[in-house]
């Protein structure tokens, strides 16, 4: 009896063979990268806390700050990557577009969640609450909602290349609440967060001055995590779905047989 032909393509295994070479021939600059990033942090977190002086208002809690900020700066990163992904898949369909663009999110979403903890951690001392319902406060929490729908959309739609599309369109869309967020001290006059990085026509209250090693040090670390912690975490994340999907569709290829 001649068996009936599978329904999946003859070059489907020789390709993830070929995927599986290209990953494994770059772990070791990932895994040079991730110790280059790791090294990259404990250095900031050390200047944050040895070398920043000590806020003469706010005092010890103001040093959350330099990973409060990182946070977000790292998570706008992830986000416009995420951007990227997805006006790239949606010109050339490529499913490592749409991988980037989820992995990017998730990361950023992380950082995210980082912003925000971080953020509550230094409002308590500083205002004498966990929370309130300042407009940057509000606009960085809308974000961080934003794009845990994105994960809601994705779950939500069966089909491959619909899921896709749909996610590439969504994270094109929800990068106005990043752009809202960052800008928000700079154009609500009401607002009593502090303005960290730039001159600001609104003297905030609650804002603070930086001294040169303040200044020094908001500024590695920031650059510490969009350069380094940032892409070496969407990094593992491509690498942990390309390996999802080879076990997917190695399982696939099980049940044809």
């Known amino acids: 009896m001649t068996a009936a032909p599978s329904s999946m393509p003859t070059n ?92 990017a999110v998730e990361v950023g979403f992380t950082l995210s969640l980082i912003t925000l903890i971080t953020g509550m951690v230094w409002a308590r001392p500083t205002w004498n609450t966990w929370w309130t319902w300042d407009p940057r406060l509000t606009s960085a929490a809308i974000m961080t909602l934003t794009y845990a729908a994105y994960f809601m959309l994705r779950g939500g739609i069966d089909n491959a290349d619909r899921r896709r599309s749909f996610a590439a369109v969504y994270s094109i869309l929800a990068i106005t609440t990043v752009i809202i967020t960052f800008m928000i001290t700079r154009i609500r006059p009401d607002t009593i967060h502090p303005v960290v ?13 930086m001294a040169t090693n303040m200044s020094a040090t908001l500024g590695m670390n920031s650059a510490i995590w969009c350069c380094l912690v940032t892409p070496a975490l969407i990094w593992w994340r491509i690498r942990l779905e390309n390996l999802t999907r080879r076990v997917e569709q190695a399982r696939l290829n099980n049940l044809s047989n």
Do not use: C
Not at 43 to 58: C, H, I, P, S, V
Not at 197 to 209: C, H, L, M, Q, Y
């Open 12 to 103: 489907a295994i020789p390709q993830q063979s070929e995927s599986s070479a290209k990953q494994t021939d770059r772990l070791p600059i990932l895994k040079i990268f991730s110790l280059l990033a790791f090294l990259g942090f404990f250095a900031g977190l050390m200047l944050a806390l040895f070398y920043a002086g000590t806020d003469a208002t706010q005092g010890q809690v103001q040093r959350v700050f330099y990973v409060h900020v990182s946070a977000f700066s790292g998570a706008t990163v992830a986000f416009f990557t995420a951007l990227v992904g997805g006006a790239a898949y949606l010109r050339t369909r490529s499913v490592k577009w749409d991988t980037l663009s989820l992995a």
């Open 197 to 209: 990085i730039g001159p600001s026509p609104v003297n905030a209250k609650g804002s603070f001055e």
